[in-house]
């Protein structure tokens, strides 16, 4: 069989990202990552840098690959969810390069490309998958055609929640990692609001609980509480997911995933009831083209493609609504 090379393209929010990848292997990759100097992400200027940047970029990896001796099959695209703006840049892009070449055009769903990422990377084979980056927290596992969602956020998101508090707390963006810097200075936990609903979890009280605290605990202790309590609300609707599917792997996906804490609270959990434990490395827990390619070339070869008049990008595409046709 003919090898298959995608390009995927990344830009639902902060990284723009684009690589090209095979069957085994990435060929070319390049990113640009849009910081704001205060407060946090705005879809607007996130656009800006990406249509800005997108050009060079593209052209970068397509001359790498080249060297490489890669014939394009496909052209993906993140088609959601994420910020509207950044999303009909990158879906702009991959269109006009889809006409340009002539070569078929496919519509990722971001949520879904974090998935099969970390599987290819970790050659995880049915997992439940806690997935949580800024914009989503949900526990995911495949069943039936599709990526069910067990549990999910009532609220907001975990990268979200973090970076609310670290903005609070003075932290430039993102404020995950600077966090977790702290955290690993504390001197005691301080009790926050613990609150999980069934199989759902919700961050918004504890974000505000822990402002709120920073009135009479010091911050390492602040930063300390808010990942613990966060992290094991995670964790326990991870294990009830993995008990109640009856499922033996737990893959960690998305960006708040390159937390050590939460991958040592994951580790112990899955010991404890026998199951695998996998997690990517970071490059690959953070938004990137590798894992828009990869779903790409897995759509591709079950023939989901799209046409340029229905590729209109999907803001609040949920992992759910997507026909997993190559499992």
Not at 126 to 144: A, C, E, F, K
Request: include cysteine.
């Amino acid at each position: 069989m003919k090898n298959k090379f995608v390009l995927g393209i990344e830009g639902t929010a902060w990284n723009l990202s684009a690589a090209i990848i095979d069957r085994t292997d990435v060929i070319a990759e390049a990113e640009s990552h849009y910081t704001p100097k205060e407060g946090g992400l705005h879809p607007r200027m996130a656009a800006q840098h990406h249509a800005s940047e997108i050009g060079d970029l593209i052209r970068d990896v397509l001359a790498e690959g080249k060297e490489h001796g890669v014939d394009l099959s496909a052209v993906a695209f993140s088609q959601g969810p994420g910020f509207g703006p950044c999303l009909r840049t990158v879906a702009t892009a991959a269109r006009a390069l889809s006409l340009a070449l002539g070569i078929p055009l496919i519509g990722v769903n971001h949520c879904i490309a974090h998935i099969e990422v970390g599987r290819w990377i970790c050659n995880a084979k049915d997992p439940v998958i806690l997935y949580v980056s800024g914009g989503n927290s949900q526990v995911l596992s495949y069943r039936d055609g599709k990526y069910r969602i067990f549990g999910e956020t009532l609220d907001i998101g975990i990268g979200n929640a973090l970076d609310k508090f670290g903005r609070y707390a003075g932290f430039q963006h993102p404020g995950g990692p600077k966090i977790e810097e702290m955290a690993k200075n504390a001197k005691k936990y301080i009790p926050l609001p613990y609150v999980v609903k069934g199989m759902d979890f919700s961050f918004s009280g504890l974000t505000t609980a822990a402002k709120e605290a920073l009135a009479h605990a010091s911050l390492e202790d602040v930063c300390h509480s808010f990942q613990e309590t966060a992290f094991a609300m995670l964790v326990e609707v991870t294990e009830r997911a993995l008990a109640h599917i009856g499922k033996d792997e737990v893959l960690l996906a998305g960006g708040v995933g390159a937390n050590e804490r939460l991958k040592e609270m994951l580790d112990l959990m899955c010991k404890d009831r026998g199951a695998k434990f996998y997690a990517p490395e970071k490059k690959f827990m953070c938004d990137n083209g590798i894992m828009i390619a990869r779903t790409g070339l897995l759509m591709l070869e079950s023939d989901a493609t799209l046409s340029i008049k229905d590729s209109a990008v999907i803001p609040n595409y949920r992992p759910d609504d997507v026909d997993v046709t190559w499992i």
